[in-house]
């Protein structure tokens, strides 16, 4: 008798150890509330993944034209330079910046020149902490200069280096030197190579 009760005792638990073991088992359903609630809008952030790919921005500082005053008694080769620029960011280490750039106003025996440029750069980006970074940048330019005797314009290639201090997430001090090339500077077709040094500030769109 004692036996038949073990029986039937065994025969009623194990299906309830079965279907628990199943139960077990079986995958969790979804929690539709607990993903919307850890949902992280990306909307920021461009095609590329790049949080706040846009940026733009300006900067001031002295000109100079190199080889601008060789043989000339009354010369002023320098002078304030300004320029406004914008960019994308293609990745977080290379950008495509555009600008225009105002190199000042040189003169010599009695000729003056106002000169410009248009310029659109590739810029490499390496970050050297959280918040400094250092560039170099390499492209082309269409420079005009508005000489005494008449303007001329041409086609040329520019080049810089530079640092960027982060102030926060979409604010940064920015120092650069860079060369323009070649640019005609006098009504006799001599070229000078511009220097520019600048302190300026970039910011990038939300």
Same mark, same amino acid.
């Given at each position: 008798?004692?036996?038949?009760?073990?029986?039937?005792?065994?025969?009623?638990?194990?299906? /309830?150890?079965?279907?628990?073991?199943?139960?077990?088992?079986?995958?969790?359903?979804?929690?539709?509330?607990?993903?919307?609630?850890?949902?992280?809008?990306?909307?920021?952030?461009? !095609?590329?993944? /790049?949080?706040?790919?846009?940026? #733009?921005?300006?900067?001031? !500082?002295?000109?100079?034209?190199?080889s601008y005053c060789s043989g000339a008694s009354n010369c002023e080769d320098k002078d304030t330079a300004w320029k406004l620029f914008a960019g994308y960011k293609v990745t977080d280490k290379l950008s495509a910046e555009g600008a225009y750039?105002?190199?000042?106003?040189?003169?010599?025996?009695?000729?003056?020149?106002?000169?410009?440029?248009? =310029?659109?750069?590739?810029?490499?980006? /390496?970050?050297?902490?959280?918040? #400094?970074?250092?560039?170099?940048? /390499?492209?082309?330019?269409?420079?005009?200069?508005?000489?005494?005797?008449?303007?001329?314009?041409?086609? !040329? #290639?520019?080049?810089?280096?530079?640092?960027?201090?982060?102030?926060?997430?979409? =604010?940064?001090?920015?120092?650069?030197?860079?060369?323009?090339?070649?640019?005609?500077?006098?009504?006799?077709?001599?070229?000078?190579?511009?220097?520019?040094?600048?302190?300026?500030?970039?910011?990038?769109?939300?």
């Amino acid at each position: 008798m004692n036996n038949v009760k073990k029986s039937l005792f065994a025969m009623g638990i194990l299906p /309830v150890l079965i279907l628990s073991t199943a139960q077990a088992d079986l995958p969790k359903a979804f929690d539709y509330n607990k993903a919307s609630a850890n949902y992280v809008d990306n909307s920021s952030e461009g !095609g590329n993944g /790049v949080s706040n790919p846009y940026y #733009f921005g300006g900067a001031i !500082g002295p000109s100079e034209a190199g080889s601008y005053c060789s043989g000339a008694s009354n010369c002023e080769d320098k002078d304030t330079a300004w320029k406004l620029f914008a960019g994308y960011k293609v990745t977080d280490k290379l950008s495509a910046e555009g600008a225009y750039v105002n190199l000042g106003d040189i003169h010599k025996d009695g000729e003056n020149s106002d000169v410009s440029a248009i =310029t659109l750069n590739a810029v490499g980006t /390496v970050p050297v902490t959280e918040q #400094f970074d250092v560039f170099g940048k /390499v492209g082309a330019m269409r420079w005009s200069s508005d000489n005494s005797g008449g303007s001329e314009n041409g086609y !040329g #290639f520019t080049y810089g280096v530079g640092a960027k201090m982060h102030l926060n997430e979409t =604010t940064k001090l920015r120092a650069e030197w860079e060369k323009l090339p070649g640019i005609e500077t006098s009504n006799n077709g001599d070229d000078s190579d511009i220097n520019m040094l600048s302190i300026g500030v970039e910011l990038s769109t939300y």
